[in-house]
């Protein structure tokens, strides 16, 4: 658990140990580029990282960025996007009442990603235009989301918008990415203190945030912050108190994502000084069906023997829909024509079946239910349209015995997640109290704040570290211009 305290009074500060314009209280994604811009706005910067070296959750990650709008890759590979479309299907398929930062996130999309470019991060002009979860193959861009998912194909032209930086062997794209980000923290002599713990927020009078504390080789001292403090502590993914809180679901039977420094340090400080929360019991999850893709022309059915999503769902939203289900449990149901391991979630492989008889007494399911579920499905087939739940049409197949059952249940399986609620800011970053105030001095980015998905269902994966990378950059300019 983090160490957090405060807030502590300015007026009882007797020794600031350091002064800066800007302190930014993390090195992931969204700090490093917070302190990018404000250094190159002019502040002075100073970050403060709890680790012994930056990276975060960010250089852990696979490095998709979701990034649309008509960018080169997106130009090159020759697919249309605009930041108009990319809205509209962002738009459709969240929820958020954020509808300035959604917009923003949008506008700033092709800006964002030549941004990052210029740092050295590497995207390949070449699509994958098969569905995966990331790729390890040299491609920069792949279909993350609920594009080409009904019904937010008819509401906004699909367009692929996830941008794959290339690993490097077993390197994952986000150690390449962020390695690119602090060369250049390190290339434009950003000033960064390590294994400095900020333990507090400093406030004045006013209630303005004017400072942190950090504790430091057991010994704790004040910084000062001219014009802002931004937190860029990442997510609480592994704060156990606050999941099982949260989400309890996940937190009984799944698998937090992140490193151990994600324990909701952000969060808390921003507790101290009022900040908002929103979102806190979304998150994403993802234990996919596929790779292989043929596995998406099976079915996924509940306990009761039914149907209840088309099955070529982004797996985050399929992870979502089936926790919905009774008991979180799911099974999905190929043929041998089809057949094949899924590569990730160890789902559990049951058996095969000469009958669906046979198939209902082993899965428990009601009697007749998977006989009827088939028997509309292949009818579905047969007319070419699924008309229950709008599988898109190159995923339909008839379902023909030996069938083959994977049980791919919360409880059951390998479900890694990632929490999306988090502390509420506006589209420069700036950290909102309840009534929608701004708390003066205090900026916040990436994992700590709320996401624009606030559910697995409105998910696209590289939200997170796009997000982080264009709030954070955005947070640190306000800053430097405060
Ligand atoms: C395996 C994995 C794969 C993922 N893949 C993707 C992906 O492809 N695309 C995507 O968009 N998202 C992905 N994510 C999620 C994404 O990586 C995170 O949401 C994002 O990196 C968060 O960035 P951040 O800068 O907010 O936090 P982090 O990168 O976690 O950085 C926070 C930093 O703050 C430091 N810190 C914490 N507390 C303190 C404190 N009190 N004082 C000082 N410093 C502190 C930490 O040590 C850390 O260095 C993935 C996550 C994981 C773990």
Same mark, same amino acid.
């Given at each position: 658990m983090p160490t957090v305290e405060g807030p502590f009074p300015a007026a009882d500060v007797t020794e600031w140990a350091q002064t800066a314009d800007v302190v930014v209280i993390g090195l992931g994604i969204a700090g490093a580029c917070a302190a990018l811009e404000a250094q190159r706005a002019g502040a002075d910067v100073l970050v403060l990282e709890r680790a012994g070296a930056g990276g975060g959750a960010s250089a852990l990650s696979q490095g998709q960025f979701y990034l649309g709008g008509g960018t080169d890759v997106q130009t090159a590979c020759g697919y249309e996007d605009s930041p108009e479309n990319m809205y509209a299907f962002l738009r459709s398929v969240t929820t958020t009442d954020e509808d300035a930062k959604l917009r923003v996130f949008c506008e700033s999309s092709v800006e964002q990603f030549d941004w990052l470019e210029s740092l050295g991060v590497p995207f390949n002009r070449e699509a994958?235009?098969?569905?995966? %979860?990331?790729?390890?193959?040299? /491609?920069?861009?792949?279909?993350?989301?609920?594009?080409?998912?009904?019904? &937010?194909?008819? $509401?906004?032209?699909?367009?692929?918008?996830?941008? $794959? %930086?290339?690993? *490097? @062997?077993?390197?994952?794209? +986000?150690?390449?990415?962020?390695?690119?980000?602090?060369?250049?923290?390190?290339?434009? $002599?950003?000033?960064?203190?390590?294994?400095? #713990?900020? =333990?507090?927020?400093?406030?004045?009078?006013?209630?303005?945030?004017?400072?942190?504390?950090?504790?430091?080789?057991?010994?704790? !001292? &004040? %910084? $000062?912050?001219?014009?802002?403090?931004?937190?860029?502590?990442?997510?609480?993914?592994?704060?156990?108190? =606050?999941?099982? /809180?949260?989400?309890?679901?996940?937190?009984e039977y799944g698998k937090p994502l992140g490193e151990p420094t994600n324990d909701g340090a952000g969060l808390l400080l921003g507790r101290t000084v009022g900040v908002a929360e929103r979102g806190m019991a979304g998150l994403v999850a993802t234990a996919s069906i596929y790779p292989p893709e043929d596995l998406i022309k099976g079915i996924v059915v509940n306990a009761e023997g039914r149907r209840f999503m088309p099955e070529d769902a982004y797996h985050g939203r399929m992870a979502h829909t089936i926790a919905r289900q009774p008991g979180a449990r799911a099974f999905l149901i190929v043929d041998e024509e089809i057949f094949g391991y899924p590569k990730h979630g160890s789902h559990t492989f049951l058996d095969a079946y000469e009958t669906v008889? /046979?198939?209902?007494?082993?899965?428990?399911?009601?009697?007749?239910?998977?006989?009827?579920?088939?028997?509309?499905? #292949?009818?579905?087939?047969?007319? +070419?349209? *699924?008309?229950? &739940?709008?599988?898109?049409?190159?995923?339909?197949? /008839?379902?023909?015995?030996?069938?083959?059952?994977? *049980?791919?249940?919360?409880?059951? !399986?390998?479900?890694?997640?990632?929490?999306? @609620?988090?502390? %509420?800011?506006?589209?420069?970053?700036?950290?909102?109290?309840?009534? +929608?105030?701004?708390v003066p001095g205090l900026y916040a980015a990436g994992a700590c704040t709320n996401h624009l998905a606030q559910d697995g269902d409105e998910y696209a994966s590289g939200m997170s570290l796009a997000a982080g990378s264009i709030f954070g950059r955005r947070a640190g300019a306000h800053a430097a211009a405060s």
């Open positions: 994958y235009t098969h569905k995966a %979860v990331y790729t390890r193959t040299g /491609e920069g861009l792949l279909t993350t989301g609920n594009e080409k998912v009904w019904p &937010f194909r008819d $509401q906004a032209a699909p367009a692929p918008r996830g941008h $794959q %930086v290339s690993g *490097d @062997g077993d390197v994952s794209g +986000g150690n390449v990415a962020m390695r690119a980000v602090l060369g250049a923290i390190e290339a434009e $002599q950003v000033p960064v203190i390590y294994e400095a #713990n900020v =333990i507090g927020l400093v406030q004045d009078a006013e209630g303005r945030v004017v400072g942190v504390k950090m504790r430091r080789d057991g010994r704790d !001292s &004040f %910084v $000062q912050a001219r014009k802002g403090v931004v937190l860029a502590a990442g997510s609480f993914n592994l704060n156990a108190d =606050i999941t099982a /809180e949260h989400m309890p679901l996940f937190s008889d /046979e198939m209902e007494a082993a899965l428990s399911v009601p009697a007749g239910s998977l006989v009827s579920t088939l028997d509309r499905y #292949n009818a579905d087939v047969a007319a +070419g349209e *699924d008309a229950e &739940f709008h599988k898109h049409p190159d995923w339909l197949k /008839e379902l023909k015995a030996p069938y083959a059952v994977f *049980d791919i249940s919360i409880p059951r !399986s390998d479900y890694h997640w990632m929490s999306l @609620g988090g502390l %509420v800011t506006d589209e420069d970053g700036r950290a909102l109290h309840p009534d +929608g105030t701004t």
